[in-house]
């Protein structure tokens, strides 16, 4: 079964600074999607960045991009320039046919 | 983006009572939808995969029995709670895959809220 581990429960970051939130997952598939959502207070689920894992170029959506290591099983996620909007739960997921999440992490931004 | 519905946004209902949340695909056509459970402060957690023109396939130590699902066409899948129960009160969450049941990107409804008194 494929799991995927948040270990950061929480997380901080001063406005207009830089933040990583971690994310492993375990499979035995080669071809798969990772994804980080975010979900603010009013709960929608909202997709910030998704990768395929057969695409080495780790993906970029504006301030936020990935460090996708297949091999290590890795997918963190880099928010720069951090802005008070960006404050919610960030969730990990894997989907091969279903979608299997993370714990989550919920990211605090000082300003 | 793609735009998944739900409906009601919340819900009261006493116990003992039935309750159906509608989960909508309005621009696509969504041969598979899943719907997901989601406690306070925790992660979602997969229930079950909707199939238009076939059963739904429940993740283990779901009642499926307690947890009814029609996918009734390519947009539209209902979750009926039977019975409901005070554990049964949760937020539960709809997606739809665009781009057929292995699609790249899933999308999410807004959610419902069920408490049951």
């Known amino acids: 079964a494929q799991t995927v581990t948040q270990s950061q429960p929480e997380m901080s970051v001063q406005e207009a600074e830089t933040v990583t939130l971690s994310c492993t997952y375990d499979t035995s598939e080669s071809d798969y999607y990772l994804f980080w959502y975010k979900q603010p207070p009013s709960r929608q689920m909202i997709l910030v960045i998704r990768?395929?894992?057969?695409?080495?170029q780790n993906a970029t959506e504006n301030r936020f991009s990935v460090n996708f290591q297949k091999a290590a099983k890795s997918f963190s996620l880099k928010i720069s320039d951090s802005q008070l909007g960006d404050a919610a739960m960030y969730f990990c997921?894997?989907?091969?046919?279903?979608?299997?999440f993370g714990a989550g992490t919920r990211l605090t931004v000082k300003p | 983006g793609a735009v998944v519905s739900q409906h009601p946004s919340w819900v009261i209902c006493k116990s003992g009572t039935s309750v159906k949340i509608e989960c909508r695909s309005l621009?696509?056509?969504?041969?598979?939808m899943f719907w997901y459970r989601q406690f306070p402060k925790q992660s979602l957690m997969l229930m079950a995969t909707s199939n238009e023109g076939s059963k739904a396939t429940y993740e283990q130590g779901v009642e499926k029995d307690k947890f009814l699902i029609n996918h009734a066409s390519l947009t539209l899948s209902t979750l009926t709670v039977t019975s409901a129960h005070p554990e049964d009160s949760s937020f539960y969450i709809c997606?739809?895959?665009?781009?057929?049941?292995?699609?790249?990107?899933?999308?999410f409804g807004p959610g419902t809220r069920l408490t049951v008194l």
């Open positions: 990768q395929e894992a057969y695409k080495q």
């Open positions: 997606s739809a895959p665009l781009g057929g049941p292995r699609g790249d990107t899933q999308y």
């Open positions: 621009d696509f056509q969504a041969t598979t």
């Open positions: 997921a894997y989907r091969m046919n279903d979608m299997r």
